[in-house]
């Protein structure tokens, strides 16, 4: 089928879809803590974008609660608890590098072109347009993963979990029309209170051993008395 076949509501679907891929591959090349915050959030937009769209087309009016939940928890209230979070373990001016960055990149193409060719079969089997957003989601849960295996610090593999929830999310909303508002306002729920032992963690860690770099956790060994 044609792009021009496609109505205002699947191309705007595909569109933002687009937009959440970006902004994975933007965060695995995001050195700086303060700025993967910040693509964090922007993808939480992209979200409550899609969630708004497909209230309005559908139509389907809880879904407005729904993307009114997302802007206030993925776009205002979490990335400003992790912002506040790195400056007080005073972590927000630190640049982590990024080894083997060319080959991070190729990676994370080849995972998108391998998530649209598992999921080609799921797509033969349904007639919406929006059902390209299954590859699109099942890519940014794998970049979400290569975003937690490449990087060293603590606080990046948390944005990559929660990066992974975003691509869950976003499968639920643009390809079964939206999930029950009940499952909708666990999920936020369960990913609020995960940020917050989170950062319970961070601080506990911190004090421990005055890093969050995942290496030196791996170098931890118990000390006999």
């Not at 891929?21 to 693509?39: A, C, E």
Request: aromatic share 10%.
């Amino acid at each position: 089928m044609p792009v021009p076949a496609y109505s205002v509501y699947e191309q705007a679907i595909l569109f933002i879809a687009a937009l959440v891929v970006f902004t994975s591959f933007l965060m695995l090349g995001q050195k700086r803590l303060s700025g993967m915050i910040h693509l964090f959030a922007a993808q939480g937009a992209l979200l409550a974008a899609t969630t708004a769209l497909a209230a309005y087309a559908l139509p389907y009016p809880h879904l407005y609660i729904s993307a009114l939940i997302i802007m206030a928890l993925k776009v205002i209230l979490i990335p400003a608890m992790l912002h506040r979070l790195i400056v007080r373990l005073d972590m927000h001016r630190d640049a982590e590098p990024l080894y083997l960055y060319g080959y991070v990149m190729m990676a994370a193409a080849a995972l998108v072109m391998f998530s649209y060719y598992v999921v080609e079969p799921i797509e033969h089997l349904s007639t919406l347009a929006t059902r390209n957003a299954m590859a699109v989601s099942l890519a940014v849960v794998l970049l979400g993963m290569l975003l937690m295996i490449t990087r060293r610090q603590v606080v990046t593999h948390v944005i990559g979990f929660m990066a992974i929830e975003n691509g869950l999310f976003f499968a639920a909303v643009a390809s079964t029309q939206g999930m029950p508002m009940v499952v909708e306002l666990g999920i936020a729920f369960d990913v609020l209170v995960a940020a917050v032992i989170f950062g319970v963690f961070f601080f506990h860690i911190r004090s421990s051993i005055d890093s969050l770099d995942v290496d030196r956790l791996n170098r931890l060994s118990e000390v006999e008395p």
